[in-house]
């Protein structure tokens, strides 16, 4: 088995546990950090995919370490939008849940809410 | 396909909204709006610049970025697809820009003052990346405009900051990252295989593999997500509803359009040879299930703007019936133009008669101080300019002639009975009718006399009014483009048929 080959199959390993983790757990912060595995599984890959396709006389192909660190930046923005939206919603419900909204079982906190 | 002075204009397109919101947050406060106003104007000349030089050449507009040709450089690149798409765009932009005018002027008290620079800010954000996503020439820059466009989209979703509407925009947030990963995935695994992400060289060289369908799924999968087409549409409706009805108007005409142009774009431009039959049909399933179900629950809605909301996502059902349509005809080996026509068209009337219903359901709340359905008595003596424009988009959106919802489904009815799917014509019917049994009900409800003493709570002003009415004319008289003697859609375009060879 060759680098590129195991670095692969770590990738595909965090994406897989990512998307285990992003479907079952019910918590939006264990969701964001969920998704996070995920990224770092395709960074990975994306990473595996430039030391395959390195050319002759080069450590890797560096267009797709160019395209990752792109990637890691919107990734990073997109965790940072997520976290901040999780804290406001905690700070205006007193409550993370993601659940639907059902007054019998949240605080109400809005009067022309639908009832249906 | 020549470089000239005006492809310019296509760098332009999508850097002027992004230098308005940069210059915005740097004034800050109160010269948000006149800076977002401006720029506006400034953008949709560009795009008439665009759509004149279109029409003008007649060819597809390309641009190299810095002079480095793919596949080491990026290529923006407009053809008829993208040119429609920006010009549409550009309409419902300026006409919502109109509208909020009011409705997000900056406060004097003090109090409350976010909301409205955000919502600007967040307009021009959302017009520049949907600008890239339409002129955009290969899959990485599609994946980072698309990210722009959710990261535009969530604020809109939570511009008022209650509770519920955090909640909302938190689970779009969600749903949209997982969609785009998915689409990074299907990226990175097409340039493992292939060695570029430009959508001209892969189109030359992908294969019809396991690997190459992997990617086309996953990509498809992640894509939809962010669409809302069912079954993934468990999104939409709260976050669609919650918001003011400014931003509902750009999220539910304008933000889903962003991911189902890249679907669009996937299957026809990137791996036509890599689509089969069958997975065209499955997408068309999920599309015709969104019609029936959408339909059927906006039916029972209580309030006007959660009403509107499930039916944006019956109508997302019918942006998708189109690809089995394309596709039948193209491996018939017959000219599957018209169905493509027929899906812009759908994509395009609905932009505009649904910004021109939540506009004016936003009207309605204002005058009567609810949105409740059974309750709408007064409403077209208050509003008569509003209640027109409402029966005029939801004629467009039912599908009656001469509206762009009519020509949209005449192109791909006669498309899928020329295909010999005529099991798509039949959903297309009834979701027609259902469409029709709520816009009715709604506009019946409205003209119903107010009581005796019965007084508007708010006055709303006569511009707003006039540019809900010239959205919902737009959609309604779209239809006209059928007179139209030049083929926008096929512009700079190979035939599908002619791609693939053989049917």
């Known amino acids: 088995m060759n680098t590129a080959m ?24 264990r969701k964001i950090l969920a998704l996070n595995v995920i990224g770092s599984g395709i960074f990975l890959l994306f990473g595996a995919v430039a030391l395959r396709g390195a050319a002759a006389g080069m450590n890797a192909d560096p267009v797709p370490q160019a395209l990752l660190i792109t990637g890691i930046v919107v990734a990073f923005s997109a965790s940072a939008l997520a976290v901040a939206l999780l804290l406001r919603l905690f700070e205006v419900t007193g409550d993370v849940s993601l659940a639907n909204d059902d007054p019998a079982t949240h605080k109400d906190t809005s009067k022309d809410r639908p009832h249906d | 396909m020549t470089e000239s002075p005006a492809s310019l204009l296509l760098v332009l ?11 915005g947050l740097l004034l800050g406060g109160r010269h948000v709006r006149t800076v977002a106003l401006t720029t506006v ?8 610049g665009i759509v004149w030089h279109a029409l003008d050449t007649s060819t597809a507009m390309e641009y190299v970025l810095g002079g480095w040709s793919p596949p080491l450089g990026i290529r923006l690149r407009a053809d008829g697809l993208s040119v429609l798409m920006l010009l549409a765009v550009a309409v419902v932009i300026s006409l919502v820009s109109v509208y909020a005018h009011a ?7 003090g109090k409350e003052t976010r909301a409205p620079p955000v919502f600007w800010l967040m307009l021009l954000a959302i017009w ?15 994946y980072v405009a698309l990210e722009l466009l959710t990261f535009a989209g969530v604020p809109l979703v939570a511009l008022d900051g209650r509770g519920e509407t955090l909640r909302a925009a938190l689970r779009y ?6 969609g785009s990963l998915l689409y990074l995935l299907g990226a990175v695994l097409l340039y493992g295989a292939y060695g570029t992400l430009d959508i001209q060289l892969l189109a030359q060289m992908v294969r019809p593999e396991a690997l190459s369908w992997a990617a086309l799924a996953l990509m498809t999968v992640g894509l939809l997500a962010k669409t809302a087409l069912f079954p993934l549409h468990i999104w939409l409706p709260p976050a669609h509803a ?19 142009f890249l679907v669009l774009r996937l299957w026809l431009d990137v791996m036509p040879n890599v689509v089969t039959l069958s997975a065209a049909q499955l997408l068309a399933a999920l599309g015709a299930v969104a019609i029936i179900v959408g339909n059927i629950v906006a039916l029972g809605q209580v309030r006007l703007k959660l009403l509107i909301a499930y039916s944006t ?20 080996g017959l000219d599957s133009t018209q169905a493509v026509a027929g899906g812009m068209l759908q994509t395009i009337s609905h932009a505009l008669a649904k910004a021109a219903m939540f506009l004016a359901a936003g009207l309605i709340y204002l005058t009567l101080g609810h949105d409740r359905i059974s309750d709408l008595r007064g409403v077209a003596q208050a509003l008569p300019m509003t209640v027109t424009a409402f029966a005029l988009a939801g004629a467009s959106l039912i599908g009656l002639p001469p509206s762009g919802g009519f020509l949209a489904k005449w192109l791909l009815l006669s498309a899928a009975l020329e295909s010999g799917q005529w099991w798509w014509g039949a959903v297309m019917l009834l979701g027609g009718l259902l469409t029709s049994v709520y816009v009715f009900i709604i506009v019946v409800r409205s003209l119903a006399p107010a009581e005796a003493g019965w007084m508007p709570k708010t006055c709303v002003p006569q511009y707003q009014q006039m540019a809900v009415l010239a959205l919902a004319l737009s959609a309604f008289l779209l239809g006209l483009a059928a007179l139209s003697p030049v083929d926008l859609v096929q512009l700079g375009r190979t035939p599908l048929s002619l791609l693939r060879g053989t049917p």
């Open chain 2, 173 to 178: 947030l969600l749903f949209a990252l997982l």
């Open chain 2, 242 to 260: 919650g918001a003011p009805a400014a931003a509902s108007a750009l999220l539910s005409a304008l933000v889903v359009k962003g991911s189902w």
């Open chain 2, 13 to 23: 397109a999508v850097l002027l909204p992004f230098t308005g919101v940069i210059i």
């Open chain 2, 103 to 109: 409705d997000f002027a900056p406060h004097d008290s």
């Open chain 2, 128 to 142: 520049g990346s949907l600008n890239l996503v339409f002129v955009s020439g290969d899959l990485f820059t599609l």
């Open chain 2, 313 to 332: 996502v019956a109508q997302i059902g019918y942006l998708f019936l189109m690809f089995p349509l394309v596709f039948g005809l193209a491996f018939a």
């Open chain 2, 41 to 48: 104007a400034l953008g949709l000349a560009v795009i008439i």
């Open chain 1, 6 to 29: 195991l670095f692969g199959l770590c990738a595909s390993m965090l994406i897989g546990l990512g998307l285990y983790g992003l479907l079952t757990h019910p918590h939006p912060l």
